[in-house]
């Protein structure tokens, strides 16, 4: 089984839809493919904070007068009948409404999390293993082929960082990809711990407003990994590193000054064209 076969298969195997032969097939790949798992654990992550937010959210809790109504007409079939036939509409459009508030949570979400989930990979693949299978090119030339806002990173943020956690110091300047993305990578070692800033595209924020800069969001650790990120008009930066989260709250925040520097520059680089 392809890893593309098994991504197409994993919701239904979280919802337990698979055939006994089909369910067998894809936990043999599972269990040699750290990708996919991760992934599916990605996908459990979103199913749980869903149902979470649906939980939570006052606006989407079922009146009691609603449900008591629903629960009398259950019980009633012969006075259900001589109901107005909008009633019974009205209840199809509510419960549609409802499956399309849910489905484009979810969908959002995922979107999220994919991304998330790729900035992840590309710190453990590029920065720590070295094992991406397209060799990382300059920033440079990644902003000439690919997006010019790559060439933001040659001097921001800028080689060294202090922190209250250590002194942050440039070891790396490139652009590579994984999982299909393309990141603009910045690699600091702090002792013996990297720190990757990684810029890239991001569709969910394309069309948002020229001032639509937004303050560091601390994201759930992924594979053991602190991850943080900060949203601009047209993209998206990650800082991921396997410090503690002590530590990696302070670097993140150290950087963060920068990185929101970073997001300034984009937009004018985007006013320009």
């Known amino acids: 089984m392809q890893c593309r076969d098994a991504r197409e298969l994993l919701d239904s195997f979280i919802g337990e839809e698979l055939l006994v032969e089909t369910n067998h097939e894809l936990l043999r790949h599972l269990a040699t493919c750290p990708e996919c798992s991760a992934e599916l654990d990605g996908r459990r992550q979103i199913r749980s904070g869903l149902k979470q937010a649906f939980s939570r ?81 300059s920033l440079k030339e990644a902003a000439e082929r690919y997006d010019a806002a790559y060439m933001q990173l040659v001097t921001t943020p800028p080689d ?62 992924m594979n053991g990994l602190g991850m943080a990120s900060l949203h601009t008009t047209g993209h998206v930066v990650y800082i991921v590193s396997d410090l503690q989260d002590s530590d990696f709250r302070v670097v993140a925040q150290a950087l963060a000054q920068p990185v929101s520097q970073l997001a300034a520059l984009g937009m004018s680089l985007q006013s320009g064209n």
């Open 57 to 137: 959210s006052a606006a989407l809790q079922v009146r009691p007068e609603f449900a008591n109504e629903l629960a009398t007409q259950l019980r009633t079939p012969s006075q259900s009948v001589s109901k107005p036939v909008w009633q019974a509409r009205w209840f199809a459009i509510a419960a549609s409404l409802l499956i399309v508030v849910g489905v484009g949570t979810y969908v959002l979400r995922t979107r999220i999390s994919e991304a998330t989930r790729l900035a992840a990979g590309d710190h453990q693949n590029c920065a720590v293993k070295f094992a991406l299978q397209e060799k990382p090119i």
């Open 160 to 221: 060294t960082v202090r922190t209250d956690a250590g002194m942050l110091r440039v070891a790396d300047r490139h652009s590579c990809v994984f999982g299909g993305r393309r990141f603009g990578h910045v690699v600091f070692r702090l002792d013996d711990h990297l720190v990757s800033v990684l810029m890239t595209q991001d569709e969910l924020t394309g069309t948002s407003s020229k001032n639509d800069v937004r303050q560091l969001s601390w994201l759930p650790r």
